[in-house]
């Protein structure tokens, strides 16, 4: 857990909230119903026909959005939103619902838009929320480079609690990030540079804030 030490009125995580609640029910949807509804067929991105698609509708524009809220199987859903629970609900708190999302969907759809380019022959779904997760990591690490995270890690029979400066989680994930893209095989359906990228905007919104609260 987070803990941020301030005299200003804090804000209810609602938003953070309320997309965690979307992300699994789109989830359970798309696994267990779809016959019923096909959800990435509506929401998700087809980074090949995307062009075409807005082209022929404005409205396929919202998919840069709704494929933030959709994954494709438990174990996707649950490595995106389980760094979103541990990042979105203090720094919501903190920045306010506003802000917050503000971070949230333009670092989400600056990844979209990374990927649909180099992606650009795929007919495989773009989804998931990793790209506006990765803005949010930005702006915590932008706002509160001192913070540490709690993690709990089981030795044998005891559990230990260490914590560990963000500063150096973001440093150890971007390094990950930019070592996949390079070592990705390329037919492989994955940007993970588009999360450096979400990382970046998310940042960059994150220092806006601070000029404009200063």
């Known amino acids: 857990m987070l803990e941020f030490k301030s005299k200003k009125r804090k804000h209810f995580p609602k938003l953070s909230l309320l997309i965690w609640v ?6 359970v949807l798309s696994l267990y119903y779809p016959h019923r509804i096909d959800i990435n067929s509506q929401l998700a991105i087809i980074p090949a026909q995307m062009h075409d698609a807005i082209n022929h509708s404005w409205m396929n524009s919202f998919k840069l959005i709704s494929s933030l809220f ?6 996707h859903w649950a490595g995106n939103m389980l760094l979103f629970l541990i990042i979105a609900l203090p720094l919501e708190r903190k920045l306010g619902s506003f802000w917050f999302i503000i971070i949230y969907l333009v670092s989400g759809v600056s990844a979209n838009l990374l990927s649909i380019v180099q992606l650009s022959d795929s007919t495989h779904y773009l989804l998931g929320a990793s790209g506006a997760v990765s803005g949010l990591l930005g702006a915590w690490l932008m706002l509160f480079p001192r913070q540490k995270m709690s993690v ?14 963000i500063v150096f989680v973001a440093i150890i994930w971007l390094s990950i990030q930019l070592i996949l893209q390079m070592t990705s095989i390329g037919s492989m359906p994955v940007v993970w540079g588009s999360h450096v990228i979400g990382f970046v905007v998310g940042f960059f919104i994150a220092w806006l804030y601070r000029v404009s609260n200063t």
């Open 22 to 27: 979307v992300t699994l029910v789109a989830i």
């Open 70 to 75: 959709i994954h494709g199987n438990w174990q």
């Open 152 to 165: 709990i890690i089981p030795i044998g029979l005891y559990i230990q609690k260490i914590s560990i400066p």
